[in-house]
Protein backbone atom coordinates (compact mmCIF):
# COMPACT_ATOMS: atom_id res chain seq x y z
CA UNK A 1 0.00 0.00 0.00
CA UNK A 2 1.43 3.65 -1.08
CA UNK A 3 0.13 6.28 1.28
CA UNK A 4 0.62 9.92 0.91
CA UNK A 5 0.53 12.98 3.03
CA UNK A 6 -0.88 16.16 1.69
CA UNK A 7 0.10 18.79 4.15
CA UNK A 8 -1.07 22.29 4.43
CA UNK A 9 -2.83 24.62 6.80
CA UNK A 10 -6.29 24.74 4.77
CA UNK A 11 -7.18 28.05 5.82
CA UNK A 12 -9.88 27.24 4.58
CA UNK A 13 -9.77 23.93 2.30
CA UNK A 14 -10.77 25.00 -1.44
CA UNK A 15 -11.11 23.73 -4.14
CA UNK A 16 -7.90 24.11 -5.50
CA UNK A 17 -6.82 21.74 -2.62
CA UNK A 18 -10.00 19.54 -3.27
CA UNK A 19 -8.59 19.12 -6.44
CA UNK A 20 -5.47 18.01 -5.58
CA UNK A 21 -6.46 15.46 -3.02
CA UNK A 22 -9.25 13.82 -5.23
CA UNK A 23 -6.25 13.06 -8.06
CA UNK A 24 -3.76 11.82 -5.50
CA UNK A 25 -6.17 9.59 -4.50
CA UNK A 26 -6.08 8.39 -7.68
CA UNK A 27 -2.82 7.32 -7.73
CA UNK A 28 -2.34 6.13 -4.44
CA UNK A 29 -3.81 3.58 -2.27
CA UNK A 30 -4.59 6.56 0.79
CA UNK A 31 -4.32 9.99 0.83
CA UNK A 32 -3.48 11.44 4.19
CA UNK A 33 -4.65 15.21 4.23
CA UNK A 34 -2.58 16.50 7.60
CA UNK A 35 -3.67 20.26 8.65
CA UNK A 36 -0.92 21.59 10.13
CA UNK A 37 -1.62 23.23 13.60
CA UNK A 38 0.94 26.76 14.28
CA UNK A 39 2.03 27.87 10.62
CA UNK A 40 4.12 30.80 10.75
CA UNK A 41 1.12 33.35 9.39
CA UNK A 42 -1.83 34.76 10.91
CA UNK A 43 -4.88 31.98 10.53
CA UNK A 44 -8.88 32.48 10.83
CA UNK A 45 -9.83 29.12 11.27
CA UNK A 46 -8.73 27.23 14.64
CA UNK A 47 -7.00 23.55 13.88
CA UNK A 48 -9.76 22.02 15.11
CA UNK A 49 -12.09 24.11 12.76
CA UNK A 50 -10.02 23.51 9.62
CA UNK A 51 -9.61 19.81 10.73
CA UNK A 52 -13.73 20.03 10.54
CA UNK A 53 -13.96 21.72 7.19
CA UNK A 54 -11.42 19.16 6.11
CA UNK A 55 -13.24 15.95 6.88
CA UNK A 56 -16.67 17.60 5.94
CA UNK A 57 -15.31 17.75 2.10
CA UNK A 58 -14.24 14.55 1.87
CA UNK A 59 -16.80 12.65 3.93
CA UNK A 60 -17.36 10.74 0.85
CA UNK A 61 -14.04 9.40 -0.40
CA UNK A 62 -12.80 6.21 2.16
CA UNK A 63 -9.52 6.81 0.32
CA UNK A 64 -8.80 10.28 2.31
CA UNK A 65 -7.85 10.66 5.68
CA UNK A 66 -7.74 13.98 7.53
CA UNK A 67 -5.77 14.67 10.72
CA UNK A 68 -3.99 17.26 12.47
CA UNK A 69 -0.56 17.53 12.72
CA UNK A 70 2.63 19.75 14.53
CA UNK A 71 6.36 19.65 13.95
CA UNK A 72 8.59 18.72 11.39
CA UNK A 73 6.34 17.72 7.84
CA UNK A 74 8.84 14.78 7.17
CA UNK A 75 8.98 13.48 10.79
CA UNK A 76 4.72 13.28 10.67
CA UNK A 77 5.49 11.16 7.10
CA UNK A 78 7.54 9.02 8.79
CA UNK A 79 5.27 8.27 11.87
CA UNK A 80 2.22 7.83 10.16
CA UNK A 81 4.34 5.72 7.13
CA UNK A 82 3.80 7.96 4.07
CA UNK A 83 5.86 7.09 1.39
CA UNK A 84 5.20 10.15 -0.62
CA UNK A 85 4.49 13.94 -0.15
CA UNK A 86 1.83 15.46 -2.09
CA UNK A 87 1.98 19.40 -2.78
CA UNK A 88 0.32 21.61 -5.61
CA UNK A 89 1.32 23.75 -7.87
CA UNK A 90 -0.49 26.62 -9.23
CA UNK A 91 1.50 29.50 -10.60
CA UNK A 92 5.56 29.51 -12.15
CA UNK A 93 6.22 31.16 -8.42
CA UNK A 94 5.00 28.39 -6.29
CA UNK A 95 7.44 25.86 -8.13
CA UNK A 96 10.86 28.02 -7.09
CA UNK A 97 8.88 27.64 -3.09
CA UNK A 98 7.72 24.25 -3.70
CA UNK A 99 11.43 22.85 -5.65
CA UNK A 100 12.92 25.05 -2.17
CA UNK A 101 10.92 22.75 -0.14
CA UNK A 102 11.61 19.72 -1.73
CA UNK A 103 14.85 19.64 -1.59
CA UNK A 104 15.18 20.31 2.15
CA UNK A 105 12.54 17.49 2.87
CA UNK A 106 14.60 14.84 0.66
CA UNK A 107 17.77 16.03 2.86
CA UNK A 108 15.71 15.38 5.83
CA UNK A 109 13.93 12.47 4.32
CA UNK A 110 15.56 10.80 1.38
CA UNK A 111 13.44 7.82 1.57
CA UNK A 112 10.31 10.05 1.29
CA UNK A 113 9.51 11.00 -2.11
CA UNK A 114 8.01 14.20 -3.25
CA UNK A 115 5.23 14.54 -5.83
CA UNK A 116 3.79 17.82 -7.42
CA UNK A 117 0.68 17.39 -9.02
CA UNK A 118 -0.10 20.56 -11.44
CA UNK A 119 -3.76 22.16 -10.43
CA UNK A 120 -6.39 22.30 -12.66
CA UNK A 121 -6.54 25.50 -14.94
CA UNK A 122 -10.00 26.96 -13.03
CA UNK A 123 -8.16 27.12 -9.91
CA UNK A 124 -4.47 28.35 -10.94
CA UNK A 125 -5.87 31.71 -9.23
CA UNK A 126 -7.30 30.05 -5.93
CA UNK A 127 -5.51 30.19 -2.63
CA UNK A 128 -6.73 30.79 1.01
CA UNK A 129 -5.90 34.27 1.30
CA UNK A 130 -7.71 34.95 -1.99
CA UNK A 131 -10.64 32.91 -0.61
CA UNK A 132 -10.89 34.99 2.60
CA UNK A 133 -10.18 38.24 1.56
CA UNK A 134 -12.92 38.28 -0.95
CA UNK A 135 -15.23 36.64 1.98
CA UNK A 136 -13.98 39.46 4.25
CA UNK A 137 -14.98 41.94 1.53
CA UNK A 138 -18.49 39.96 1.18
CA UNK A 139 -17.77 38.88 -1.98
CA UNK A 140 -19.56 35.67 -3.30
CA UNK A 141 -17.24 32.88 -2.58
CA UNK A 142 -19.57 29.98 -3.37
CA UNK A 143 -17.64 28.92 -7.08
CA UNK A 144 -14.12 28.50 -4.85
CA UNK A 145 -15.16 27.08 -1.65
CA UNK A 146 -17.58 23.91 -1.13
CA UNK A 147 -20.98 24.97 0.87
CA UNK A 148 -20.51 23.99 3.74
CA UNK A 149 -17.02 26.32 3.86
CA UNK A 150 -18.90 29.29 2.35
CA UNK A 151 -20.99 28.86 5.64
CA UNK A 152 -18.24 28.62 7.64
CA UNK A 153 -16.34 31.62 6.46
CA UNK A 154 -19.86 34.09 6.39
CA UNK A 155 -19.76 33.44 10.30
CA UNK A 156 -16.51 33.66 10.79
CA UNK A 157 -16.55 37.27 8.65
CA UNK A 158 -19.86 38.18 10.20
CA UNK A 159 -18.26 38.04 13.72
CA UNK A 160 -15.12 39.89 12.26
CA UNK A 161 -14.73 43.87 13.37
CA UNK A 162 -15.65 46.25 11.25
CA UNK A 163 -12.23 47.81 11.49
CA UNK A 164 -10.67 44.75 10.09
CA UNK A 165 -8.81 45.41 6.56
CA UNK A 166 -8.01 42.39 4.55
CA UNK A 167 -4.28 41.67 3.77
CA UNK A 168 -4.35 42.36 0.41
CA UNK A 169 -5.12 44.51 -2.00
CA UNK A 170 -8.48 43.47 -3.60
CA UNK A 171 -11.00 46.60 -1.77
CA UNK A 172 -8.48 48.99 -3.58
Do not use: C, Q, W
Not at 36 to 54: C, G, H, N
Not at 65 to 80: D, N, P
Not at 88 to 102: I, Q
Amino acid sequence: MVRALFPGTFDPIHYGHIDIAERAARLFDEVVMAVYDKPLKSLTFTPEERIALVTEAFKDNPKIKVTGYSGLTVEFARKIDADVIVRGLRVFSDFEFEFRMALANHRLASDIEIVALITAEEHTFLSSSTVKEIAMLNGDVSSMVPPHVHGALKEKVSHMDDGHSPPNALRD
